[in-house]
């Protein structure tokens, strides 16, 4: 199994950018689909972004098309997630995660796992 660690999140005003990473450990990585969720406080966690195995096929939740991009680069073990255009609804823990089989493309929770610990991504307006 991959194991995931995010970093990127932080403090931006609405209207702001940020870029998420997702650092992945060992030589299975490209193996592997990425998808992106987040939670807001009170919430339940919902799926944000994923990128396929082959990394040419992406999907976004309808939410965040248009303003967020999903992009992986294998040599560099590392998915990233732009976020251009915040708004405050927005602002949640953001988790990168792998499905569990490999070669497995998926955006269902229950196909995906173990997750992280999160990155806070908090914007003010």
């Known amino acids: 199994q991959v194991q995931l660690v995010e970093s990127g999140g932080g403090l931006v005003q609405a209207g702001g950018s940020l870029r998420l990473s997702c650092a992945a450990s060992g030589r299975t990585f490209s193996s592997y689909a990425i998808d992106w969720f987040r939670q807001a406080p009170g919430k339940e966690r919902e799926f944000v972004a994923f990128?396929?195995?082959?990394?040419?096929?992406?999907h976004y939740a309808d939410s965040v098309k248009g303003r967020f991009t999903i992009a992986r680069d294998n040599a560099k073990n590392t998915v990233y997630l732009q976020m251009n255009s915040l708004k405050p609804e927005d602002t949640a823990v953001y988790y990168c995660?792998?499905?569990?089989?490999?070669?497995?493309?998926?955006?269902?929770?229950?196909?995906?796992?173990?997750w992280g610990q999160g990155t806070q991504v908090t914007v003010s307006s």
């Open positions: 995660a792998a499905p569990k089989v490999p070669y497995m493309n998926s955006w269902s929770q229950d196909q995906i796992g173990p």
């Open positions: 990128n396929s195995v082959s990394g040419t096929i992406t």
